[in-house]
């Protein structure tokens, strides 16, 4: 269970207004989880805080009961629109690279699970725009994460391949149960993806919709 806890955060020079204020939220193991909300509300912000990357000004991060609070961790993964694959390096290195032992049994099965197999030694720049994105995925999930959080991972793409990488993050959540936040602008996305989506605003969340994820 990861639980954020009263997260409050402003930037520096900008003390005269939270930009998250005492936001609480738990995700249940096993959880896919949308959070959306207007450009600039602090989606990503929140994010960073989750991956420890940022510590909020206020408030803590939990996760399974233990205070990870600006612990940059490999338990909570963060993949962005840029999904910052070494160029250097083949695919297979770098969904090694993710790992703390070299496993090639778990490496051809991730490449199984985002369908990279037969590209093990193929470069970032020879992988179409999904593909990218699908290393990013396996690189995330080599480390197996406590939450992946995918911070609008498939915005640039069009409407085809969001579908296509929808449809291959479902039968991966399905296959892992990996744990997942899912941010984007546009609640379309979560449909058959997400449990429920957290609305992010000006104001503390609300819980808009709960549904099953198929
Ligand atoms: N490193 C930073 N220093 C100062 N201000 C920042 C920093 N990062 C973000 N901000 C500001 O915080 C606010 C929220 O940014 P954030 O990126 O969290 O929003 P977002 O909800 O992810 O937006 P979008 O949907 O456009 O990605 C913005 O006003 C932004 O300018
Ligand atoms: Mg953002």
């Keep these: 269970m990861i639980r954020f806890e009263e997260i409050s955060h402003h930037y520096p020079g900008q003390e005269h207004e939270l930009l998250l204020d005492t936001i609480s939220l738990t995700i249940e193991r096993g959880e896919c989880v949308g959070l959306t909300g207007p450009s600039g509300c602090g989606k990503s912000t929140l994010a960073h805080i989750g991956a420890g990357h940022i510590r909020p000004t206020g408030g803590r991060v939990l996760i399974e009961g233990r205070d990870l609070t600006a612990q940059p961790s490999r338990k909570v993964f963060l993949i962005h629109q840029e999904h910052d694959l070494f160029p250097w390096q083949r695919v297979e290195k770098q969904i090694q690279f993710a790992m703390t032992t070299p496993d090639a049994g778990r490496i051809k099965e991730l490449l199984r699970l985002v369908r990279l197999t037969g590209y093990e030694t193929f470069f970032p720049n020879q992988l179409s725009g999904g593909m990218k994105k699908r290393l990013a995925l396996a690189r995330a999930l080599a480390v197996n994460p406590d939450l992946l959080i995918l911070d609008e991972s498939f915005s640039s ?58």
């Design 157 to 214: 793409l069009d409407s085809q391949l969001k579908t296509e990488l929808h449809e291959d993050l479902r039968r991966i959540w399905r296959e892992t149960g990996t744990t997942i936040l899912m941010i984007t602008h546009d609640s379309r996305e979560l449909a058959n993806l997400a449990h429920r989506e957290i609305r992010l605003t000006a104001e503390r969340p609300t819980r808009i919709r709960k549904g099953a994820l198929v």
